[in-house]
């Protein structure tokens, strides 16, 4: 029973984290018609992984405890705005609030073991949009890349120094 739960929090926990990457990875594809995203769970290989794509998305699914999002643009279009950057980093953490919401409304649904489940995934994606949110990076077992805060922090000053720059 113990090792059905240990599966289920896992599964739970590499459901919230693809919704959360696919935010970033919707974001990408919205904010520019010639990007294509990118999500993996778990590490950057492709091998032994469920591939799934939907138009400019690909997925490379495993059960993990981490994930990423990352997007290509052909050379010879122009990269990322700042506001375009923002935006991809704010996918992630608003596809996980919107899960959220969703998942906690369906509690008042439910009843059992199925709340139980349902509350526990509401759970697991507020603490995905609070730890994707803080400003710092990941330690090893996580991935070690920097949180959306970070990235967004790091885009802000370098902005600000850029129109300092040019003034």
């Known amino acids: 029973m113990v090792l059905l739960e240990i599966m289920i929090v ?13 935010g970033h ?12 995203a990118e999500v993996f769970l778990g590490s950057a290989s492709k091998a032994n992984k469920l591939r799934l794509s939907f ?6 699914l495993t059960i993990a405890i981490s994930g990423y999002c990352e997007y290509s643009i052909p050379k010879e279009y122009p990269a990322f705005t700042y506001k ?11 596809a996980s609030l919107l899960c959220f919401v969703a998942l906690f409304i369906a509690t008042h649904f439910t009843s059992g073991v199925a709340r139980n489940i349902i509350i526990n995934s509401a759970g697991v994606n507020l603490i995905l949009i609070i730890m994707s949110l803080v400003s710092w990076t990941y330690p090893r077992f996580l991935g070690g890349g920097p949180s959306d805060g970070l990235q967004i922090l790091n885009l802000v000053k370098r902005n600000r120094k850029e129109r300092e720059f040019s003034t």
């Open 55 to 60: 138009g400019r998305i690909t997925c490379y």
């Open 84 to 94: 375009q950057k923002i935006f991809f980093y704010l996918g992630g953490p608003s």
């Open 25 to 36: 990875a919707i974001a990408t594809v919205t904010a520019s018609k010639n990007a294509k």
């Open 10 to 22: 896992f599964l739970v926990v590499s459901c919230s984290l693809v919704i959360h990457e696919l």
